[in-house]
């Protein structure tokens, strides 16, 4: 199957396309965490270089087979996510972004000084065994999956805790055992990006998951619309795009991304997507389905 996609897409698109779906996974984790609940998460570039390292040095140095590799990535991101949840997530706003960021940069520099992850060199000749059909078949089960999560009960849980935490609190919710629930959750997605990511690129280093990655992954939230799952894959697909599009204008890309991004929040504060949600647009077409079949009737 991906040999027959690479005959009929041009190599530069196919690769567009791979770092889409893979961004896409990225930012619905960071989306559970920060668009969901409401935790103001700016180290996700940390559980990614996490589960990128992970499942490159199981693939490498202990010949474990793919899939096992990229579970063992995601498993050891999540296990760090919950490591951290327990004693952070009582911290709230630029509290909690201050120690993710922080975290994020213990981890950046760890992996500059981790001989078995080449140090500041990086690690080269990891197996390309990440192909389109599994990138783009992990997304549909992601979105499906976190569809049904926002959907339970724990999912309307997730947004009482974002929209008022006492509230939910007096409700019976116990907010700090769901707020490290959802940070494991987008740890674990965090992880498995990485994977993906490690094996599609052949070579990382620790520069690739810097500060400035994970305030990419958090633009693609921000910018879809907090809280949406439509949104956030919006959101990954134009911040994706955006660069490559902006190629031609090489010396002025940087300026001309950021005045975008400005104007995009200008008028549309709330995201493109706003709180539009998967089960909501359920519900509309099903409303629709009702109405065309009472006209007819």
């Given at each position: 199957?991906?040999?027959?996609?690479?005959?009929?897409?041009?190599?530069?698109?196919?690769?567009i396309?791979?770092?889409?779906?893979?961004?896409?996974?990225?930012?619905l984790?960071?989306?559970?965490?920060?668009?969901?609940?409401?935790?103001?998460?700016?180290?996700?570039?940390?559980?990614?270089?996490?589960?990128?390292?992970?499942?490159?040095?199981?693939?490498?140095?202990?010949?474990?087979?793919?899939?096992?590799?990229?579970?063992?990535?995601?498993?050891?991101?999540?296990?760090?996510?919950?490591?951290?949840?327990?004693?952070t997530?009582?911290?709230?706003?630029?509290y909690?972004?201050?120690?993710?960021?922080?975290?994020?940069?213990?981890?950046?520099?760890?992996?500059?000084?981790?001989e078995?992850?080449g140090?500041?060199?990086?690690?080269s000749?990891?197996p390309?065994?990440?192909?389109?059909?599994?990138?783009w078949?992990?997304?549909?089960?992601?979105?499906?999956?976190?569809?049904k999560?926002?959907?339970?009960?724990?999912?309307?849980?997730?947004?009482?805790?974002?929209?008022?935490?006492?509230?939910?609190?007096?409700?019976g919710?116990?907010?700090?055992?769901?707020?490290v629930?959802a940070?494991?959750?987008?740890?674990f997605?965090?992880?498995?990006?990485?994977?993906?990511?490690?094996?599609?690129?052949?070579?990382?280093?620790?520069?690739?998951?810097?500060?400035?990655?994970?305030i990419?992954?958090?633009?693609?939230?921000?910018l879809g619309?907090?809280?949406?799952?439509?949104g956030?894959?919006?959101?990954?697909?134009?911040?994706t795009?955006?660069?490559e599009?902006?190629?031609v204008?090489?010396?002025?890309r940087?300026?001309?991304?950021?005045?975008?991004?400005?104007?995009l929040?200008?008028?549309?504060?709330n995201?493109?997507?706003?709180?539009?949600?998967?089960?909501?647009?359920?519900?509309?077409l099903?409303?629709?389905?009702?109405g065309?079949?009472?006209?007819?009737?």
């Amino acid at each position: 199957m991906d040999a027959l996609i690479s005959q009929y897409i041009d190599p530069y698109y196919l690769r567009i396309l791979m770092l889409i779906g893979i961004n896409i996974i990225l930012a619905l984790g960071l989306n559970l965490i920060t668009g969901v609940t409401g935790q103001l998460s700016m180290g996700h570039a940390g559980f990614m270089s996490i589960g990128a390292y992970t499942s490159a040095i199981f693939s490498m140095q202990m010949g474990s087979p793919f899939f096992l590799s990229l579970l063992a990535g995601a498993m050891v991101a999540a296990f760090f996510g919950f490591l951290i949840g327990i004693p952070t997530l009582r911290l709230e706003g630029d509290y909690l972004a201050m120690v993710t960021i922080g975290f994020a940069e213990i981890i950046r520099v760890f992996f500059l000084n981790f001989e078995p992850g080449g140090k500041a060199v990086g690690l080269s000749g990891i197996p390309q065994n990440t192909t389109f059909v599994l990138v783009w078949t992990l997304v549909i089960i992601v979105i499906i999956l976190n569809a049904k999560l926002l959907n339970s009960r724990i999912g309307r849980a997730f947004y009482a805790i974002r929209e008022n935490e006492i509230a939910a609190e007096a409700s019976g919710i116990n907010s700090t055992r769901l707020k490290v629930l959802a940070f494991t959750a987008g740890s674990f997605l965090a992880g498995l990006g990485g994977g993906l990511y490690a094996h599609y690129m052949y070579f990382i280093r620790p520069q690739d998951f810097a500060f400035m990655k994970s305030i990419e992954l958090l633009n693609m939230v921000v910018l879809g619309g907090m809280g949406s799952i439509p949104g956030t894959v919006l959101g990954s697909v134009i911040l994706t795009l955006l660069p490559e599009m902006l190629r031609v204008v090489a010396e002025y890309r940087l300026m001309f991304y950021g005045a975008l991004l400005v104007i995009l929040m200008i008028f549309r504060p709330n995201g493109l997507l706003g709180d539009v949600r998967v089960y909501d647009l359920k519900k509309k077409l099903q409303g629709k389905k009702v109405g065309l079949w009472q006209s007819s009737n």
